[in-house]
């Protein structure tokens, strides 16, 4: 196992050489997530299944002065995760931070879910980041060092989303079954120098929700710290778990939702 210490002598959260891999990264979290990371220090590997908006957020990347490379790809194809592993090998010969992002939200009753739309939603928010992870894995294995953050839900620890009309079994188990996975890699890739670990959002405005901002906004009221949240609430949190300042954290499913949890 590698015994290398943070040096507190230096920045921790300094991600200059770093080369991180951001899914999902066109817009809403992913793109706050892939800038916070470039204004850390860090090259971006983009994925996202958008042409528009992936092209969009390499600009932003590019003017923040971080090398930047595109993978245009469904995270469901096959051969998306090695497609992800050689864009960054190409792009800076390492990977060190994972952050599997992209997913979909859903609000099916139990009494109604079917078989496909569970599936889709299995496929997307669990299969798909697994296979990314398990490829990554690999390599940052080899390499002795990495971070790997995947995207969760507070809604995982709740009976349905915004717990108020039920709703949500498909994503709230899938998001659960995420953070799940998160724990079972940590162990295995531990003795590697490697870390794997979660984030739960709560409510956050973002274009996922443009067809219902306004439901959204209503439950603003439960939300202990009394805004609602934006992706921008979950840059630093990234950065910890992707930085030295989080060497010693994994396994962990950390919740940032402005205190959701504590009303429940």
């Given at each position: 196992m590698p015994l290398d210490f943070p040096d507190i002598s230096k920045n921790l959260f300094d991600l200059r050489g770093y080369c991180s891999v951001v899914t999902g990264a066109g817009q809403g979290i992913g793109l706050a997530l892939s800038k916070g990371l470039a204004n850390a220090g860090s090259d971006l590997v983009l994925v996202d299944m958008n042409p528009e908006?992936?092209?969009?957020?390499?600009?932003?990347?590019?003017?923040?002065?971080?090398n930047v490379s595109t993978v245009h790809a469904d995270v469901t194809a096959e051969d998306t995760p090695e497609r992800i592993v050689q864009a960054a090998l190409g792009l800076n010969e390492r990977i060190d931070v994972l952050v599997n992002n992209a997913g979909v939200m859903g609000y099916s009753d139990m009494l109604d879910v079917t078989d496909e739309g569970w599936d889709r939603m299995y496929g997307i928010n669990l299969r798909a980041p697994?296979?990314?992870?398990?490829?990554?894995?690999?390599?940052?294995?080899?390499?002795?060092?990495?971070?790997v953050i995947n995207i969760g839900s507070?809604?995982?620890?709740r009976a349905s989303i915004f717990n108020q009309d039920g709703g949500g079994v498909d994503y709230c188990s899938a998001k659960a079954a995420?953070?799940?996975?998160?724990?079972?890699?940590?162990?295995?890739?531990?003795?590697?120098?490697?870390?794997?670990?979660?984030?739960a959002p709560g409510a956050?405005?973002?274009?996922?929700?443009?067809?219902?901002?306004?439901?959204?906004?209503s439950y603003e009221k439960y939300i202990p710290i009394g805004r609602m949240q934006v992706a921008e609430d979950l840059v630093g949190p990234v950065i910890f778990l992707a930085s030295d300042a989080g060497?010693?954290?994994?396994g962990q499913t950390i919740h940032v939702n402005g205190g959701i949890l504590m009303v429940d």
């Amino acid at each position: 196992m590698p015994l290398d210490f943070p040096d507190i002598s230096k920045n921790l959260f300094d991600l200059r050489g770093y080369c991180s891999v951001v899914t999902g990264a066109g817009q809403g979290i992913g793109l706050a997530l892939s800038k916070g990371l470039a204004n850390a220090g860090s090259d971006l590997v983009l994925v996202d299944m958008n042409p528009e908006t992936l092209e969009n957020a390499a600009g932003e990347i590019a003017d923040v002065g971080r090398n930047v490379s595109t993978v245009h790809a469904d995270v469901t194809a096959e051969d998306t995760p090695e497609r992800i592993v050689q864009a960054a090998l190409g792009l800076n010969e390492r990977i060190d931070v994972l952050v599997n992002n992209a997913g979909v939200m859903g609000y099916s009753d139990m009494l109604d879910v079917t078989d496909e739309g569970w599936d889709r939603m299995y496929g997307i928010n669990l299969r798909a980041p697994m296979r990314i992870m398990r490829t990554v894995l690999q390599e940052m294995s080899r390499a002795g060092r990495g971070s790997v953050i995947n995207i969760g839900s507070s809604w995982s620890s709740r009976a349905s989303i915004f717990n108020q009309d039920g709703g949500g079994v498909d994503y709230c188990s899938a998001k659960a079954a995420l953070q799940a996975l998160s724990r079972a890699a940590a162990q295995d890739v531990a003795p590697y120098g490697v870390r794997v670990n979660a984030i739960a959002p709560g409510a956050v405005d973002t274009p996922m929700h443009a067809h219902h901002r306004e439901y959204l906004f209503s439950y603003e009221k439960y939300i202990p710290i009394g805004r609602m949240q934006v992706a921008e609430d979950l840059v630093g949190p990234v950065i910890f778990l992707a930085s030295d300042a989080g060497a010693y954290v994994t396994g962990q499913t950390i919740h940032v939702n402005g205190g959701i949890l504590m009303v429940d």
